[in-house]
């Protein structure tokens, strides 16, 4: 069997793995080489983790832990003020397995081992099946054909356009401008010691914060070592898209500049931090999500399926999107493993996609709550009535919690 899996995401180098030895896997990445990614830091949860350990070498999975943040680096979520005075502390279940990892670090990782697998550099430009299977073209007109496609080519996914006709997700009208910046001598809120936290403002500006710690330990592999760099926060601005100068086509320094414009009334510890950012590592991208009341992967399948958020986005606002796909990986493994033992492919992909959508409707949710907020926010009666809240809130969590700036 020949499986194509459009996407070298998490969740599609994750499922490549998972299928070594089962079947021929080809995966095909526009990127250029597994470094060469957007994004910051990636929440592996409980489940996540144990999918991740059951679908990779044991060694491989040790690896990633010793260049991740463990342990007490997840001990809580904080919500915050624009003071960074922390207003909510949610403790995180205690007993379970959490990894922090930057997302360079992990990609380079699981697909170093499968690089045989990889052809980097190739755009998907559409995907057609038949009765014998499906083939996806290139965008240099070459074609690929094989028994199942799956698509993990990410929110806006070509495969899920090309195959429905239609995108399942929606452009949310927000934008997130991201980055990191090397820790200075002034220490952080000692909250963020402990765990990321998300800040907001009256005006619905929202920002993600997280402390990068580098490994104890060197890594041996040359290729992450020069991944991990120093101590850094790990910052990222949530606002309305229309209140941006734009994005897309912009520099690195505009984007610092236009950060830095939302935060001009935010807490000085950060807004130095976001001015010293590392040009090379400054982004923005816009939110999709998929409707969590709508349908989800809900075609009846022949030989093209899907994982993660090409079937059902999610914003990073809720840390969800990578320990969904990766489950989600796991749950396919089982599919086409069900199938290479002897039940219809269509069948088995079938429950695969029904049983994936609780999952996905529940992270979807959660992941749209803070969207709701900075929405609500929008509006100036609301603003007005949220500045003295956050004050007053902001107040009451600093001597709650001490040891914040």
């Known amino acids: 069997m020949r499986i194509i899996v459009c996407g070298a995401g998490m969740g599609g180098l994750a499922l490549a793995h998972g299928l070594l030895g ?60 624009s003071q960074l005075r922390p207003i909510v502390v949610a403790a995180e279940p205690t007993g379970q397995d ?94 963020l010691r402990r765990g990321p936290a998300l800040a907001f403002g009256a005006d619905g500006t929202g920002v993600f914060l997280s402390i990068y710690n580098p490994p104890s330990r ?53 807004t130095e931090h976001v001015s010293a950012s590392d040009l090379e590592r ?6 999709r999500a998929a409707n969590p009341s709508g349908p989800i992967a809900d075609w009846t399948p022949r030989s093209v399926t899907g994982l993660g958020d090409a079937i059902h986005a999610m914003p990073p606002t809720g840390g969800r999107g990578a320990s969904t796909a990766i489950c989600d990986a796991a749950d396919l493994v089982d599919a086409i493993t069900e199938h290479l033992d002897g039940a219809p492919l269509y069948s088995a992909l079938a429950r695969y996609q029904r049983s994936i959508s609780p999952r996905a409707r529940a992270a979807i949710r959660e992941s749209l709550g803070p969207v709701r907020v900075i929405n609500a926010l929008r509006h100036r009666p609301a603003q007005a009535l949220a500045r003295p809240l956050l004050s007053v809130a902001g107040a009451w969590g600093q001597r709650r919690y001490r040891g914040t700036p």
């Open 218 to 270: 060197a890594a041996t592999d040359p290729t992450v070592a020069a991944l991990t760099g120093g101590p850094a926060l790990i910052w990222g601005t949530i606002n309305r898209s229309e209140s941006l100068r734009g994005t897309r086509h912009t520099s690195a320094g505009d984007l610092v500049q236009q950060a830095g414009a939302l935060l001009t009334r935010w807490s000085p510890w950060l």
């Open 282 to 287: 400054v982004a923005a991208f816009r939110f």
């Open 22 to 81: 089962k079947a021929e896997v080809v995966v095909v990445e526009q990127d250029v080489a597994a470094a060469e990614t957007g994004g910051y830091r990636i929440s592996l949860n409980d489940e996540a983790c144990g999918a991740l350990a059951d679908l990779i070498p044991g060694a491989l999975m040790e690896e990633i832990r010793l260049v991740s943040d463990t342990g007490s680096a997840f001990e809580q979520f904080t919500i915050a003020d």
């Open 98 to 191: 959490r990894i922090l990892a930057q997302r360079q670090v992990l990609r380079v990782l699981l697909a170093r081992d499968i690089s045989a697998s990889i052809r980097f550099g190739s755009t998907v430009r559409d995907v057609a099946q038949d009765d014998t299977g499906a083939a996806v073209t290139l965008s240099d007109g070459s074609v690929v054909d094989g028994d199942l496609v799956v698509a993990a080519d990410g929110a806006n996914s070509t495969v899920i356009s090309s195959f429905l006709g239609t995108s399942p997700t929606r452009d949310l009208g927000l934008t997130g401008i991201a980055g990191w910046a090397p820790l200075g001598t002034d220490a952080p809120p000692t909250y």
